[in-house]
């Protein structure tokens, strides 16, 4: 079993990486807004809330970590991402993770509760990641000690920065990938090898836009900072640097095109969407199906001409995952026989096919597979083999 979380900042293009983790069968979570953000944030907020208390201001834009490494973690910091994380950590999938920019706000403390957890540490020119406005730009509102100012660039560069401070005064986690958003873009298949060779499994290749590369250089915006410097040299982002002539090139080829659309991947409405027009083909009216998806494709919602049950079901709910592969089956046959004449899987139950390999033979074996694609795979079960 592997467990992934991703570190990086708002507009880092970790949107990228949580597609990418969803489209290889990784479960990340009941709930994800369109960047792959496991949601509602509330808990994880004030998580950092609790922790930005025990971090002290030394003026300059320069801060005293040590208590988050020497102390201990607040009992109230541990419940809150306990219940934040809840459907990750009890999930029972092969693969799974979640993506929030501000687990990096919580880093330090995340790492002594997960230490076994692979940590994806994303990176991108932080010229890009100041181009536009992000929640963790107002650190004041997550009670992180700073300076205040009403430049708001500035703002998000000292955003930027105690971001970019806290995760080097963390020590190193010993699952930890450094991975640069425009080495992914412009050399994904290398990236992908990598990241795999990480994680211990196969990624998906999704579309990405290269246009989203080197936005700064291209915007009447974009703004530098002295304190910039160490990480553009680090990466490669500075004037001549390996990543800076890649960048460069494309932005000689762009024809001016400023895009920050990341991902040409679809969103998860554009999956919805078209989810929701195969079942409607697949399903007639007022047919009763069966839709595996860990509650969290929401395309039940849109069928409301046909019965749909939730799997596993209690009267008419979810409730949660089948511990082993005899439950699975018993309960998908008691459904059955209450009237299902189809079963789908969804795209975020796809790891289903290789936890519950006793329950997915059953259906090979028996039912016809009428569907299989990126997005879904039904069985129809009026029919047997």
């Not at 079963?343 to 329950?359: D, K, L, T």
Request: aromatic content about 12%.
């Amino acid at each position: 079993m592997t467990t992934v979380t991703i570190v990086g900042r708002g507009h880092s293009g970790t949107r990228v990486i949580s597609h990418t983790l969803s489209a290889s069968g990784v479960y990340m979570g009941a709930r994800l807004n369109r960047s792959g953000d496991l949601v509602p944030p509330d808990e994880m907020y004030e998580a950092c809330r609790i922790l930005s208390r025990q971090v002290r201001y030394l003026g300059d834009m320069r801060w005293d970590f040590r208590r988050l490494h020497e102390g201990g973690i607040d009992p109230a910091f541990t419940r809150l991402i306990g219940s934040y994380l809840e459907s990750v950590l009890n999930s029972p999938a092969q693969h799974k993770g979640w993506k929030i920019p501000e687990t990096t706000l919580v880093y330090p403390w995340i790492v002594r509760l997960f230490p076994d957890v692979h940590y994806i540490h994303w990176v991108r020119d932080p010229r890009d990641c100041i181009l536009g406005s992000h929640v963790t730009d107002d650190l004041a509102a997550f009670e992180v000690p700073c300076e205040r100012t009403e430049d708001v660039h500035l703002q998000r560069a000292i955003s930027w920065k105690y971001q970019a401070d806290i995760v080097k005064a963390t020590p190193q986690p010993k699952l930890f990938r450094t991975v640069l958003f425009e080495w992914f873009v412009l050399d994904q298949e290398r990236a992908l090898a990598s990241l795999q060779g990480f994680l211990g499994f196969p990624l998906a290749k999704i579309p990405v836009h290269p246009s989203a590369v080197g936005r700064w250089k291209r915007s009447a915006f974009s703004r530098e900072f002295p304190f910039f410097k160490d990480d553009l040299s680090k990466y490669g982002y500075q004037r001549g640097g390996g990543m800076d002539q890649m960048v460069e090139e494309v932005v000689a080829n762009s024809g001016g095109d400023n895009s920050d659309t990341i991902c040409l991947a679809e969103t998860w409405e554009d999956r919805l969407e078209r989810a929701t027009r195969e079942l409607v083909k697949l399903i007639p009216e007022r047919e009763t199906f069966i839709l595996v998806d860990n509650k969290q494709s929401g395309a039940e919602t849109h069928l409301a001409d046909r019965r749909c049950f939730p799997f596993l079901e209690r009267n008419g709910e979810y409730w949660g995952n089948p511990p082993d592969d005899s439950t699975a089956v018993q309960e998908f046959e008691r459904l059955r026989e209450a009237g299902a004449s189809f079963i789908v899987f969804a795209w975020p139950s796809f790891w289903w096919f290789n936890h519950y390999c006793g329950f997915h033979q059953y259906l090979r074996w028996n039912f016809p597979c009428v569907l299989e694609d990126d997005l879904l795979v039904a069985f129809e079960l009026r029919k047997t083999r």
